[in-house]
Structure formats: C-alpha cells, structure tokens
C-alpha cells in the first residue's frame, strides 16, 4: 500500500473514533470507571493514528528537521503504542470483577514490560534496537523489533486468558464480545508484520473499538431509558466503589429523593404526564448535582445523588439548590403539573464502615420522616 494510502486508512480511522467518542461524550455527567477506560483506549488509539500518519509523511522525504520528527516520533510511537493494551486489560478486567480497586491490582503486571519497551523506544534513537532512520530518512527496523511485537501479543494473551479464566462468572455476549475485539488487530498485525509497508493494526483496533462500543458500552443497560440518568444497578456498584474508597477525599454525600404525590399525577394528568414529571425532575437534579456528581434513578419515582463531601453543609448546600430549582420551575408553570419532593440526606465515611444497604436504608428513613412531616403539617393546615 502507498503512503497516501496508509494515511488515507489512518484519517478514515480517526474519523470513525471521533464518531464513537463524540457519542459517548458528556460534559453533563460523570464516567463510570469503565467508561473512563474505553474513552482512553479511543484517545490513545487516536493519538497512535496520528503519529502513525507523520511517519508516513515524513518517510523518504530529504531535511534535516524531518529527519528528527521522523526519528522523534517513531520513538514516541512504539512507547505509546502500548497505551490501548493497557487500557484494555483493565478494561477487561473490570468488566469481570466491576471493582475499579481489583482491576487495577494487575498495574505492576502490566506496566513492567511497558517500562521495559520505553527505554528500549528510547535507546532505539541511538543504537536502532526497535527501529533506524537511514541517510535518506526512510524507516527500517531494527534487531530488536520483534520484542516490540512479543509485548504487544503478550498484552492480547493477558486478556484472553483472564476473560478464559472467568468465563463461567461473566455474562456470555460480554465474554464473547470481549473475544473478538482481539481478532481484527491479531489478524492485521500478523499481516503487518509479514509484509512491511501495511499500516493496518490501527485500523483493525479501531474495527474492535467499534465491536465493543455496539456490543458492550451502548447496548449495556447503564442508564435508565425514559430519564437518561444511572440505573440501580451502576448506582449499586459505584456506591459500593465510592464506600471501599479510603483515599482522600474519604466521604461522600449521598441524597435520597421522592417525588411527592406521584400517583395524584398519574390519576389526574394521565401516565404521559407522570412520564414527563420524571423528567423534568431528572433534568433538575443533573443540572443542580453537576458533573462531579453521580445521579440516579433509584425506582419508580425516586432518585439517588452521590458527590463527594467533606461536611453536611455541603450537602445541604447541594439539597437546597434542588429545592430552589424545583420551585423555579413550579413558578414557570410550563407544565401542567406542579413537583414537590422529599429529601433525605447524610454524609457518610468511606473505608469499609458503611456498606450501601446501611446507606440506602439511612437516607430511605430521613426521607420518609421528611414526608411525614409535609403530610402532618399538611392536616394541621386542613384543621385550621
């Protein structure tokens, strides 16, 4: 393949990621662990393309400037070029154990023999283990070169002995779109390798991002489809992430709301109306909570705030501005229904104290006696 063709496969590349990036962007939220993770094997894969494609640019063309960027990056890339790897191994490994803490236990496993390849990057620059730039500045490889491809298989041998090992505990369509994400960048890098002068790996990674985001990070349920917020099940699994957290800082504020009178909604503007109640609450609480906060909907009519505090202040402050917000929109009247809401709230100690039923079943009793309360101080009104 020619040069322009190489970097014609490379900019098709990088546009097919900016699709799936731009699709999973939200400056509104915040990630969840593994989310975090695809979004830097997309960055990094970029990132890749890009050098990819100045080498190919550079290659064979005379100037002593070019000469450096073309020695300069390729350097850069065979240190970088392992990123996505190990990004995906964590990856793996979390969507396994859905622990952030246990995917990140094989660390040191894994960035030994990065550590090993960068300095070898490096020295390649002088003594052309991994790769040279001849006088006429065109690319060869170097003695080295198949450590470099060792390395990258050894990566892709990790992950499919890991997601192997634990098949039986996974959910099968994960397990096995995990799989395949390894067999278009196995397939084209083995190509690669045989005939010098394909650029084809990142292209095929770039296919495998694209396996993963259909079948694994679109298609798994982590929001609730009418609200747009997290589900229970990942408010579950990052409250327990958020409690097993003994790093700074070590408390979180965690909120718990109901809207009032939900049914009377329902009964009296109809269930497309209760719909949109449930929405315009949500859309509230994201705009009140922020992106550093993580928003719920815990069932039904009630929904879950998590951010991290250091005193209760601050999750009164953030309990108030909803309240203020609720009664911003009652006063537009642009809907046909007016919401009230009743919160409970505390501030609760990381580090294996609390567990999430202890925080859950707290917050669910300081909601409720919230509610009791506008329902007493409501009769006592009726009285008068």
Not at 212 to 219: A, G, S
Not at 260 to 268: A, E, H, P, Q
Request: proline share 2%; charged share 20%.
């Amino acid at each position: 393949m020619s040069c322009v063709g190489n970097i014609e496969l490379n900019i098709f590349s990088l546009l097919l990621l900016a699709i799936v990036f731009g699709n999973m962007y939200r400056r509104s939220r915040e990630y969840l662990p593994d989310q975090k993770l695809f979004l830097m094997i997309i960055i990094t894969v970029a990132f890749v393309l890009v050098l990819d494609s100045v080498q190919w640019i550079c290659d064979g063309t005379t100037g002593e400037i070019l000469y450096y960027v073309n020695l300069i990056s390729n350097s850069i890339y065979y240190i970088m070029q392992l990123f996505p790897y190990i990004f995906w191994c964590f990856y793996v490994r979390y969507q396994i154990k859905m622990d952030i803490k246990e995917a990140m236990k094989a660390k040191t496993l894994l960035l030994l023999p990065f550590s090993v390849n960068a300095v070898i990057s490096i020295l390649s620059c002088f003594n052309g283990w991994y790769f040279y730039i001849d006088s006429n500045n065109y690319y060869h490889r170097g003695e080295l070169f198949w450590l470099s491809a060792v390395i990258t298989y050894g990566y892709f041998l990790y992950s499919i002995v890991y997601l192997l090992f634990y098949m039986r505990k996974t959910e099968r369509s994960i397990v096995i779109s995990m799989l395949l994400f390894t067999l278009p960048p196995l397939i084209c890098s083995a190509i690669q390798i045989l005939h010098f002068g394909l650029a084809l790996v990142w292209p095929g990674i770039t296919i495998s991002i694209i396996i993963i985001y259909l079948n694994i990070q679109k298609n798994q349920l982590y929001t609730d489809h009418l609200t747009g917020l997290y589900n229970r099940r990942i408010l579950d699994i990052h409250l327990n992430d958020c409690l097993r957290n003994n790093t700074k800082p070590c408390r979180i504020g965690v909120i718990m709301l109901d809207i009032d009178k939900f049914k009377t909604i329902n009964d009296s503007y109809g269930h497309m109306a209760g719909d949109q109640a449930l929405i315009e609450t949500a859309n509230i609480l994201k705009k009140s909570v922020g992106r550093k906060g993580f928003t719920a909907r815990y069932g039904g009519d009630e929904f879950v705030v998590i951010v991290p505090a250091c005193s209760i202040s601050e999750v009164e402050t953030i309990a108030k501005k909803i309240e203020k917000n609720i009664e911003l929109f009652n006063r537009r009247g642009n809907a046909e229904f007016f919401i009230s809401l009743s919160i409970g709230y505390d501030i609760f100690e990381c580090g294996g104290k609390f567990s999430k039923y202890d925080v859950l079943n707290c917050i669910d009793r300081q909601m409720y006696e919230e509610k009791f309360k506008d329902r007493t101080l409501e009769v006592q009104m009726t009285i008068q």
